[in-house]
């Protein structure tokens, strides 16, 4: 049976992770991709392709979020496809309708392409090589707003998110210096520690942080926050809408991370309840218009006082 053709399906065009590129696979291509389904959505299957040391490298996203590379010194590592191997990869008839460049070992290839009918816009795919015909998967290229240092996508957690590449984060410290660590030159990365305790009479900081929000044409963002605190007996010691988190020109880097103007700050007084005090930020991009939903927790420390202020 002949495979079927992925590339002349234009309601899949959208949906291909298309950019301006040229068209050999390079150091541009470094990146986060996810699998689309057969259906059209994106799925969770992740991959982040690296160039290190003159080679190119494929790690796969797992459910715990841990990263597994799938190539190695030997057998699976990837190299450089020539055109014979694309004639096995690809139909004639798809070779007539796009320009691939790939990386491939035994059981895949790597591939980016441009088509006939779009010139200089370059899609993704994975070809998989281990069944008798190769089969054909469709990449979409992710702009993850959290990244670890290596440029991998950064899963979410609660404290931690990202929605249409807009990301929020929370951190409840009790570092008396937090200002001082946070205001540093660029190339420096603070150490904040992050609390999940704090003693009655004790200081917590509940820092708001974002990146990559939009940018008007003047370069000008707004960021929204409601932030609730919940007690532990259930009742609110926070409801607040609608709170200018960061407005204005911004400088820099869309996607440096930046600490939003509003912080709350809790001092454990007299008459606080002791337990687990819940802290709940709707950070919303009135520019994207998307909102991100951020939560984390404290304990107060069972002893006489507290409440946020």
């Not at 200081?203 to 609730?228: M, Q, V």
Request: proline share 6%; net charge neutral.
């Amino acid at each position: 049976m002949k495979r079927s053709r992925l590339f002349l399906a234009s309601a899949l065009i959208a949906l291909m992770g298309i950019s301006a590129s040229a068209v050999a696979l390079d150091e541009s291509d470094v990146g986060n991709y996810a699998l689309i389904h057969r259906d059209g959505h994106v799925t969770d299957f992740i991959s982040y392709l690296s160039y290190t040391g003159g080679k190119w490298n494929v790690e796969h996203l797992m459910p715990d979020g841990t990263w597994q590379n799938v190539t190695c010194e030997r057998d699976c590592t990837l190299h450089e496809s020539k055109p014979a191997d694309l004639k096995r990869f690809f139909d004639a008839d798809d070779l007539k309708q796009i320009t691939p460049t790939c990386v491939h070992n035994a059981s895949f290839a790597f591939c980016n392409y441009t088509m006939a009918s779009k010139p200089g816009l370059t899609g993704y795919v994975l070809v998989g090589l281990t069944t008798k015909q190769p089969a054909i998967v469709q990449l979409k290229r992710l702009a993850p707003a959290w990244t670890d240092p290596q440029g991998r996508m950064v899963p979410d957690t609660d404290s931690r998110k990202a929605v249409d590449g807009f990301g929020g984060s929370l951190l409840a410290t009790t570092d008396a210096d937090w200002k001082k660590k946070w205001y540093t030159p660029e190339d420096t990365i603070p150490e904040i520690l992050r609390a999940s305790s704090v003693e009655y009479g004790g200081h917590l900081a509940i820092l708001i942080f974002y990146t990559n929000p939009k940018t008007e044409a003047d370069g000008s963002i707004k960021l929204l926050c409601d932030i609730r605190i919940t007690k532990p007996d259930g009742t609110l010691d926070m409801d607040s809408k609608a709170v200018n988190c960061a407005s204005g020109k911004i400088k820099g880097n869309p996607h440096n991370v930046r600490l939003s103007s509003t912080v709350v700050n809790f001092i454990g007084e007299e008459g606080d309840p002791p337990g687990i005090w819940r802290v709940e930020v709707s950070l919303t991009d009135k520019n994207r218009n998307v909102t991100v939903p951020l939560k984390t927790e404290f304990t107060l420390n069972k002893k006489p006082g507290g409440q946020a202020k």
